[in-house]
């Protein structure tokens, strides 16, 4: 086996020194009818050349070469070739976490600049060093929100992302954390009304995302003054992270639940994607996951820590603040590189291609159909109401190998027919004209 | 560092001073000892002021950079002040332990400050843990 | 020293102090539709500037990131045997086909019909593992092992709970992972310590008093954190199950197991994978991870929506509709870019290969073990399988603990074992070669290992002090913690350097 650096007189000699005859000498405390005498039935061992034909079929088998109008909170974005140049570095992806800092300062000072670009984006103060991706960030912030607020009710807009929602049941479930969903308004914003009937004395957070799942920013700050007022905490998710380079951060609220994936992480058929916590200083010692501190060492240089480790589950076990031991190292690390890439200015000019494709595609839409929620600000994303399925447009749009917006009946069936539409820098106008013409 | 005659010791290396005229107040800390047990002291957790602590219950945490122990009530009584100063500089508690005090507390029932240990036999209770 | 030699490092500063208005590492092509700007598209709702956001060149990122990469250890540097945490080679093949552009561009919501290859290798991946595991159902939606473990855990109180009473506790070892307990809690289930006994095993004694009707499972490592394999694992299946409760098994020490035996046919009822740890996938500096569940068939109506089903014209789906199951543990899938990675590795493997790396990684660890008893104090003499654990007795009568000793070791070329864990042992120091040493490797290592123990002996300042060779000494992770400086900020200090 090419992965394995022992000669057969190396492993003889080894056994021998050890005083055993065999191998399965060595695996004798596994009581003698437990053990396997067969073979493993997996497929038998590949060449690379077979693994990479393998592979590559399973990729013919996929949509590749295809248009895509699907969004819904995992992003097509450009990602720069840098990124993957530099990440496959084996100091990056076959490194673990930094417990060991004199040997781990590349990955502790790329996890503190990811830190520091995340707090910079958001208007938050501090950010972890990540989660496993956007919708388990959404529970991680509402049982945070618990423990900082002792109360247990969790109200959540119908307009965050409904696996999201689907995520934060199966987290509170057992931990007596009732949670009432609030719809939205004629404009696609969360209806105020409603929030105002939901929210009551034990509300710990209230929870939107902006922009929400179709593609509507929400009033953070109008938000944020309604819960501060009712003692309850303002979470705001956020799926679409390229956003942030034209929308206003939210500032005003408490914890910002974030997935990265729009930052050079490749689509993947849905993961690995890598989710953030940013919150307030003030509420640090309550937040989940690794966090990287400046220190210095003992000549006085600077360098960087895992730190305020006493909240992690290796520590503090089942009253930790989390169960996570994961961060999303290297996920993080490809997100910090393409905002590094972007920049101050990019990330700005980045969104406002964003902004201009989608609203001339909506405005084209508009013309042979209802696009909904037009009242509210939107980034990259708009719903489109037709008279007919949109499974019946989009069947018509593969055959110019085009993917269109995503069927929205199964979440949202009071839509009737909609579909949520999603252009990125990289939707061409041709494309769009052609989605059009098609409806 | 020797243990002030002054005050009251707990087993869990707790120590209460009660230094008011009336008896009513009692001051509340960690030993030398637990200091040195725990090492560096980077963060305190305690009540706020109003809050009820029950002798032998826990009433908050001190942490090091690796580790997370609890404080246990020497006597029972209601929080009437915290010192806030351990925010910033929890080292206070590594420097000075007998005098770097947690909270004040009213006093609920003082036949309690009977059950703890005098300084000379909290001693012998540190040298016999120590074997 | 034989393994490593010092040689020049790069100084670099962070990349917010490298930046200058103007500079610029993207192009953006030129638009095809009216420019839009974010003031006039938003409103109020638009953002005023991006604040300190760096502005850097294109070669100024290539040299950031390299030059701060080159500050880091990884499996790819030299031996790297952090117990419990398997750093084995990372092969090249799985990093390749994870950026097929048919896997790596593919929207999780685009059609079940031209989302095949995916599905496929899923499907392929869920059949491997189940074999391995000796298990009937699998969901590979877990993001890491922990998430499994939740996964796992509220598998158990679904179960219980269709059987009337999800029951009240979780027994747990009290040398497991602290993210065991910390994953109970999540499930609201109460945490009971059950105590190991002399051979560092489960107490079976202490196991048939404490398991009543209250108790609704236990989580187990086996081989356990010690690296010893619980012989009496049926014995505590069958005292688990007598009274109703359930065997879960983490999974984090499988690559002691497989094709050797499997936790299906020895009363495991569900456990986690850590795909990063057995099966090869990179671990990235902290992640991501991949926790695939696999479970008994009683468990399987509960596991999360969707699971691949193969549909009755022969193509590939997700099935929804589970009216049992316990909801959905993240969106979409799963980590499925560790899936192809994970695939790749039992493909470049077979059942052959997989059966001779678990081999090799029980050798290694015995032959470490074998070299360095008696230099270092062994607290179980229980048979090792994958790991091996230390304590650091001998070394404190000079004031010289696991942590030093691991610092030290740094300056030997090598990284450091886990330190101070399993709990239960004094000073652990939790040595996990894997199967990606070599024999030249190993002995190099335990010549670094007998080296140390001598300087303990003859100039513990030596060790107290080290590493000498890194860029940084010793970081004052009090003050860290005192005073947490969590960001960047432009009033910040810069580098002394």
Redesign the interface.
Known sequence: ??????SPA??E???A??GVRT?DD??????AE???KR????????A?S???D?????????????A?F?G???Y?HYR?V?I???I????????????????????L?????F???I???TGM???N??M?????AVPEAA?MSVRLTGRSHVVIARSV?P??R??L???A????LPISEVGFGENGRIDIAALDKAVTGQTACIMVQSPNFFGT?E?VAALADYAHKKGALLVVSIAEAVS??????PVEADIVAMEAQSFGV???????Y?GVIATKDKF?RQMPG????????????????L??S?R?????????T??????????A?MAT?F???????????????N???T??AAAEFGKKAKVLFSDA?RFNEFVVQTTADPHQM?DRL?AQKI?GG?PLKKFYPELGNASLWCCT?LT???T?DAAVKAL | MAYPKELKYTKEHEWVRVEDATGDIGTIGITDHAQQALG?I??VELPKPGADITAGKSFGTV?S??AVSELYAPVSGSVTAVNEELNTT??KINREPHTAWMLKVKIKDKGELASLLSAGDYEKFVAEEGK | MKKATTHISQNEG???EK?S?G????K??P????????AK????????????????S?IE??R???R??????????GM?P?GS?T?K???R?N?????????????????ER?????L??MK?LAD?LL??TGQDAITLQP?????G??TGI?LI?AYLQSKGN?RKKILIPDSA???N????????YA?ENLKSNAGGMVDVPSLVAQMNEDVAGLMLTNPNTLG??E?E??KIADILHAKGGLLYMDGANMNA??????PG??GVDVMHLNLHKTFST?????????GPVACKKHLEPFL?APLVVEKKDGTLGFDYDRPRS?????????????H?RAL?Y????????????T??A??NA??IR?QLEGVYELPYS??S?HEVVFSDRKQTAKGLKTGDI??RL?DYGF??YT???PLIVHGALMIEPT?????E?LDLFVDAMRDIARECEKDPDLIL?A?HT?????????????K?????KPT??G???
């Open positions: 086996m090419r992965y394995l650096p022992k190396d492993r000699q080894m056994l020194e050890l191998i060595l695996f004798a405390p596994i009581p437990y053990r396997l073979d493993l039935n997996v497929p038998r061992q590949m690379e077979e693994i990479l393998f592979f590559q079929q399973s990729s013919r088998d996929n949509a590749a070469g295809y895509t699907l819904a909170g995992a097509s720069p840098v993957d140049s530099l496959s570095r084996g100091e990056w992806f076959t490194a673990y976490t930094p417990y060991q800092a004199e040997i781990a300062q590349g990955t000072q790329a996890i503190f600049e830190q520091s670009m707090c910079e984006l103060e501090v950010a060093a990540s496993y991706d956007g919708s388990t049982m992302h696996e999201y689907e995520v049941r199966t987290y479930q057992h931990q007596g920013i009033d942030l380079g034209a929308v206003r951060p490749p689509l993947g058929f849905g993961g690995p890598a640090v690794r966090l990287v501190g400046q220190t210095v060492d003992r000549h006085g240089r600077r360098g960087f820590v730190t305020l006493t992690e589950q290796h520590i503090r076990r089942e009253k930790a989390s169960n996570i031991c994961t961060n999303q190292a290297l996920v690390t590189i905002m590094t890439i972007y920049g101050r200015e990019g990330l700005k000019e980045l969104a406002e291609h902004l201009a494709k609203a001339y600000p989009n593969l993917i995503f820098e061409k106008k041709e769009i | 560096d980077v963060f942490e950079v690796k929890p080292e | 962070l990349i917010f930046s208005p500079k610029r590492g993207y953006l092509p638009l095809d539709v009216p420019a839009v700007t974010a598209a938003l409103g109020n709702a638009a953002r005023a500037d991006l604040g300190n956001m760096p502005e850097v294109e990122i290539i950031h990131f390299t701060i990469s080159t500050w880091n250890y990884g499996v790819d540097t790297y952090l945490c750093m080679y990372n092969a093949v990093e390749a086909a994870a950026r097929i552009e048919g896997l790596a561009n593919a929207h999780p919501y685009q059609p031209l989302s095949q290859g995916a496929r290798v392929t491997c074999d391995i993001a890491a092992g922990a998430h473990e939740m509220l109180r999800p992972h602290g993210t307990p910390a994953t109970a809690a999540i499930c609201g945490v010893i394999f012989q694992i049926h197991l497989v094709g050797k035996t499997r046919d020895f990179p671990h990235g500096g902290g992640g991501p991870g991949s999360p316990i909801g959905r543990v993240r969106a979409w899938y799963g980590n499925f870019g560790m192809v790749a039992i493909l470049a493997n077979g059942p052959d290969g997989l059966r001779m790396t081999e090799d029980v050798l015995n032959y074998k229980t048979p399988m691991a610092k740094i990284h450091p330190v101070s864990f199967e990606s040493e070599s024999k490797e002090s590493p890194t860029r940084l000494s010793r970081l004052d992770e009090v003050q860290a913690a005192r947490p400086i969590l960001r960047w910040s200090k580098a002394a350097e």
